[in-house]
């Protein structure tokens, strides 16, 4: 297991999506994850600004694992962030 990657304890809730962040080699990547992500992952549970924070703590594991595949793969936008689709 490649442990380049490490993920903070620090989440963002934004409009309609958490931004949560990595580290890799001293720099700090901004991970975004949209609610309907979330949603999907959380087994379609409906997710909303009121409990956002507690859906992505449950699948919280998941959305580091496909972070960390897309930092691995390279795939940042245009900013250098990653977005988890």
Not at 18 to 39: E, K, L, P, W
Not at 65 to 81: C, R
Request: glycine share 4%; aromatic share 10%.
């Amino acid at each position: 297991m490649n442990q380049s990657v490490i993920f903070s304890d620090q989440l963002y809730v934004e409009t309609n999506q958490v931004r949560f962040i990595a580290q890799q080699q001293g720099m700090n990547i901004n991970c975004f994850a949209s609610f309907a992500v979330i949603s999907e992952l959380c087994d379609d549970q409906l997710v909303s600004e009121n409990n956002v924070i507690n859906m992505f703590e449950k699948c919280r594991f998941d959305l580091e694992d496909k972070a960390e595949l897309l930092i691995e793969q390279e795939q940042f936008n245009g900013k250098g962030d990653i977005s988890i689709k």
